[in-house]
Nanobody, 124 residues
């Protein structure tokens, strides 16, 4: 069975750091792209960081550039999201997405597989 499991969320003070993990089971890195999305209460789900699993090239949303870093560990079939200098506006549930069908990597509809999410709460 194929699934994704996120972990690493928590409650931190503004300025702190977290590293989120997304472990894939039953899935290798042939699916070309893994992406981290987040969804804050009352807001739409937005893509924040994406990595091409072949060449490991990365893209970031403007709102998180220079603070978020996405990376992968092929041996562990895991994608990470390092978040530094956390801000209250980063508070959201963070989701990992895989099985990308192509097209706009920031569009949630282009991914067929999602994890259950991990909560990140930043206090001011």
């Amino acid at each position: 069975q194929v699934h994704l499991v996120e972990s690493g969320g928590g409650t931190v003070q503004a300025g702190g750091s977290l590293r989120l993990s997304c472990v894939a089971s039953g899935l290798n890195f042939d699916d070309r792209r893994r992406t981290w999305f987040r969804q804050a209460p009352g807001k739409e789900r937005e893509g924040v960081a994406t990595i091409h699993t072949g060449d490991e090239s990365t893209l970031y949303a403007d709102s998180v550039k220079d603070r978020f870093t996405i990376s992968q560990d092929n041996a562990k079939n895991t994608v990470y999201l390092q978040i530094n200098n956390l801000k209250p506006e980063d508070t959201a549930v963070y989701y990992c997405a895989a099985l990308w069908s192509g097209g706009n990597p920031w569009s949630a509809s282009t991914y067929a597989l999602w994890g259950q999410g991990t909560q990140v709460t930043v206090s001011s």
